[in-house]
């Protein structure tokens, strides 16, 4: 099931079921189907009690597939805000492929190299994210992004996927010259619309330390890798975090990225993106997210 999340003229959200032609809201849904129950019309509304709803969102949304829409009932995928408009906590995973590590000159981490972003950096599907004037070496990074759904707190291995509500596309925009400045990299990851994501949060049985992964710059793959390979996996990742603080229901969590990335080119052959820059990440079951670069 794909689920989304729509800004309308008026500021308000909405949850939407994404499908093959665009997107539809399940308001709307519920209304034509007239006699489905009441169902949140918010993804905030929906991940205060996923448990609750899921079952009949997943029933409705089958029925939605079936369904002949006209056009002026759908969505576009460029319309789509990201999934979760205001997470408690955006946080992200360095260094998380061997490749990736090596390819940036550092070491193979012994722990999970945790940093954050913020709100102000989520931008969604097919959306322009402006680059600063200030950030001449601009960089990008696949990554499979988790969606909490539970409060979870010091969970094992065996339980964390229990407690996750969806996963869907990431792309963690870097600006290398601002990261590498200091020994923090915040400011190099967190400018305004550097973490795209979406354009749905996929709510399925999916295993998601065994999924492929790619980067296409302008159409042309830079990074492929397959989540197995991840030094830390999906389920170790929210284990961990779990010890030390409290994830809650809409967190996101960006999981690593393969190696690839322009960091990892020899210094001549570095040519960092630049405005008109195209792309996409994809990954296995969740669709593709498009990002276009502007000054």
Request: with cysteine.
């Amino acid at each position: 099931m794909k689920l989304g999340t729509i800004k309308t003229s008026s500021g308000q959200e909405e949850l939407v079921f994404g499908l093959e032609q665009g997107a539809i809201t399940v308001s709307k849904a519920v209304y034509k189907k007239q006699n489905q129950g009441p169902l949140p019309d918010t993804m905030s509304k929906l991940l205060e009690n996923p448990d609750r709803y899921i079952d009949e969102l997943k029933n409705l949304y089958g029925w939605v597939q079936e369904q002949s829409w006209e056009e002026s009932d759908l969505i576009k995928e460029s319309e789509l805000s990201p999934p979760v408009t205001n997470p408690g906590k955006i946080l992200c995973i360095g260094l998380n492929y061997r490749p990736h590590a090596k390819e940036s000159n550092m070491e193979i981490p012994t722990y999970p190299l945790l940093f954050s972003k913020f709100n102000n950096s989520l931008v969604g599907n097919d959306q322009s994210v402006v680059i600063p004037k200030e950030v001449e070496q601009l960089d990008y990074e696949a990554e499979l992004v988790i969606v909490m759904g539970k409060t979870c707190k010091n969970v094992t291995q065996e339980q964390s996927l229990d407690y996750v509500f969806g996963y869907t596309n990431g792309n963690d925009l870097s600006a290398r010259d601002l990261q590498l400045r200091t020994s923090q990299w915040l400011l190099g990851k967190t400018l305004n619309g550097f973490a795209p994501v979406g354009p749905y949060v996929i709510v399925d049985d999916l295993d998601p330390d065994n999924l492929d992964i790619k980067c296409l710059l302008n159409g042309e793959k830079v990074q492929h890798d397959n989540t197995s390979n991840m030094i830390f996996s999906c389920r170790y990742i929210i284990s961990y975090l779990s010890q030390y603080l409290t994830l809650l229901p809409g967190d996101i969590i960006f999981t690593g990225t393969p190696d690839g990335v322009i960091l990892g080119k020899p210094q001549q052959q570095r040519q960092w993106l630049k405005s008109g820059d195209v792309l996409e990440v994809e990954i296995e079951g969740l669709g593709s997210l498009t990002t276009h670069l502007s000054s």
